[in-house]
């Protein structure tokens, strides 16, 4: 299958886009990641410079937005901009202090997938949900993010005189999308290693299928194939285990925005049926409906994407079994070899886990669900008590 120009196009600006602002340094037009001095010192220079402009965006808008009469949204607000800052603050310390342990994964990943494009015939953009998230992240969410902004200052905005209003939202804006990179980073990252996975698991199918007996057929043996399934776990579970801090505030940023975010849409829709509800009130209800539903998109991500590597990895106990039983003029060494194989497919652990406290996969997605369900209602007992 010929893959169309516009997607290498989309996939070398996308992923040279999205290294470029965390940073790291990519050489798009080789793959590698490379190791610059002057990356390190512009790094740190402007961590240097949001240390300190940070905490004054934050304290501004919380200032502008307090309210009187809710001090619920008070604190959610306070916890809000304080999150932001201090999560964007310690991701850009942990990757100015693993820069050099990224690039050596990540240009490790790169090569074992370019081993698996040879290997199978197939480019990694004949993937379809590879290339749907590339998609998302040049469309979906820049098209939020101004969806979110203009409804925002249409509705609460008033006048555009006042410039540094408008600069801190701006600015502030810019800091909750900085968060949406870093989970399209680690989503990236485990997605690549998911469909090398596929690619591996093609391979053994191929494989099962083939003429063993015959001296044309040059394929991988089950044994390289194996060495390369084994070699793409250890790379996803690095990657992963190097970005364990990060993963774990973006499942508590997402688990209190989406609670936030319901109780903010409940309070508005509870004081407009107090007063009336008129009809320009209708826009302004849109800003905290996007940012839901963005929240929701987010988070059903970040655990989807982690389970489709899982299920990847899993299967290769059935195809390691589909290659034994399809097989039948192989030597006997051969069965032995794929007997020890199957002994240690057993004994692996291919479920990705946040600090081995949980494992990213849909039964996380349903456990939040629910422990956001009890929060809400407390919260909004808590709001209902207010007005008695």
Same mark, same amino acid.
């Given at each position: 299958?010929?893959?169309?120009?516009?997607?290498?196009?989309?996939?070398?600006?996308?992923?040279?886009?999205?290294?470029?602002?965390?940073?790291?340094?990519?050489?798009?037009?080789?793959?590698?990641?490379?190791?610059?001095?002057?990356?390190?010192?512009? #790094?740190?220079?402007?961590?240097?410079?949001?240390?300190?402009?940070?905490?004054?965006?934050?304290?501004?808008?919380?200032? $502008?937005?307090? #309210?009187?009469?809710?001090?619920?949204?008070?604190?959610?607000?306070?916890?809000?901009?304080?999150?932001?800052?201090?999560?964007?603050?310690?991701?850009?310390?942990?990757?100015?202090?693993?820069?050099?342990?990224?690039?050596?994964?990540?240009?490790?990943?790169?090569?074992?997938? &370019?081993?698996?494009?040879?290997?199978?015939?197939?480019?990694?953009?004949?993937?379809?949900?590879?290339?749907?998230?590339?998609?998302?992240?040049?469309?979906?969410?820049?098209?939020?993010?101004?969806?979110?902004?203009?409804?925002? @200052?249409? #509705?609460?905005?008033?006048?555009?005189?006042?410039?540094?209003?408008?600069?801190?939202?701006?600015?502030?804006?810019? +800091?909750?999308?900085?968060?949406?990179?870093?989970?399209?980073?680690?989503?990236?990252?485990? /997605?690549?290693?998911?469909?090398?996975?596929?690619?591996?698991?093609?391979? +053994?199918?191929?494989?099962?299928?083939?003429?063993?007996?015959?001296?044309?057929?040059?394929?991988? #043996?089950?044994?390289?194939?194996?060495?390369?399934?084994?070699?793409? @776990?250890?790379?996803?579970?690095?990657?992963?285990?190097?970005?364990?801090?990060?993963?774990? $505030?973006?499942?508590?940023?997402?688990?209190? $925005?989406?609670?936030?975010?319901?109780?903010?849409?409940?309070?508005?829709?509870?004081?407009?049926?107090?007063?009336?509800?008129?009809?320009?009130?209708?826009?302004?209800?849109?800003?905290?409906?996007?940012?839901?539903?963005?929240?929701?998109?987010?988070?059903?991500?970040?655990?989807?994407?982690?389970?489709?590597?899982?299920?990847?990895?899993?299967?290769?106990?059935?195809?390691?079994?589909?290659?034994?039983?399809?097989?039948? &003029?192989?030597?006997?060494?051969?069965?032995?070899?794929? @007997?020890?194989? $199957?002994?240690?497919? +057993?004994?692996?652990?291919?479920?990705?886990?946040?600090?081995?406290?949980?494992?990213?996969?849909?039964?996380?997605?349903?456990?939040?669900?629910?422990?956001?369900?009890?929060?809400?209602?407390? /919260?909004?007992?808590?709001?209902?008590?207010?007005?008695?």
């Amino acid at each position: 299958m010929q893959v169309p120009r516009w997607l290498i196009v989309l996939q070398s600006v996308v992923l040279k886009f999205l290294f470029a602002i965390l940073p790291l340094s990519f050489d798009r037009h080789r793959e590698r990641f490379r190791n610059r001095t002057k990356d390190v010192i512009l #790094s740190i220079v402007l961590l240097v410079l949001y240390a300190i402009v940070g905490p004054i965006v934050c304290a501004e808008l919380y200032v $502008m937005n307090f #309210s009187v009469e809710n001090q619920i949204t008070n604190a959610l607000s306070a916890f809000q901009f304080a999150f932001v800052y201090f999560f964007i603050l310690i991701v850009q310390i942990i990757f100015i202090r693993k820069k050099a342990c990224l690039h050596v994964l990540l240009n490790e990943m790169f090569q074992v997938k &370019h081993v698996l494009e040879r290997m199978v015939a197939r480019s990694m953009l004949e993937f379809r949900l590879y290339t749907l998230f590339l998609v998302k992240i040049t469309a979906v969410d820049i098209l939020m993010q101004l969806v979110a902004l203009y409804t925002f @200052e249409d #509705s609460t905005y008033k006048g555009w005189e006042n410039s540094v209003w408008f600069a801190s939202w701006l600015t502030f804006y810019a +800091m909750m999308y900085f968060i949406v990179v870093i989970e399209n980073f680690i989503l990236a990252g485990v /997605l690549i290693g998911a469909v090398m996975q596929a690619m591996v698991n093609i391979g +053994m199918k191929r494989l099962a299928r083939s003429r063993q007996g015959s001296t044309a057929d040059r394929r991988p #043996s089950v044994l390289q194939l194996y060495m390369l399934h084994c070699k793409n @776990e250890d790379l996803v579970k690095q990657f992963m285990e190097t970005l364990n801090f990060p993963t774990l $505030m973006l499942t508590g940023w997402y688990f209190f $925005m989406i609670v936030y975010s319901v109780y903010y849409m409940y309070v508005y829709a509870f004081e407009a049926s107090l007063r009336g509800v008129r009809a320009d009130e209708f826009k302004a209800y849109i800003n905290p409906l996007v940012f839901f539903l963005y929240q929701c998109l987010q988070l059903y991500l970040l655990v989807l994407i982690p389970s489709v590597y899982t299920d990847h990895a899993k299967k290769m106990m059935r195809l390691l079994n589909y290659v034994s039983v399809n097989q039948h &003029h192989h030597r006997p060494g051969q069965e032995r070899l794929i @007997e020890v194989l $199957m002994v240690d497919c +057993m004994q692996r652990n291919n479920a990705i886990s946040n600090y081995g406290m949980y494992a990213m996969n849909r039964a996380l997605l349903f456990g939040m669900i629910a422990t956001m369900t009890s929060y809400l209602i407390i /919260l909004i007992q808590f709001h209902i008590q207010e007005y008695e």
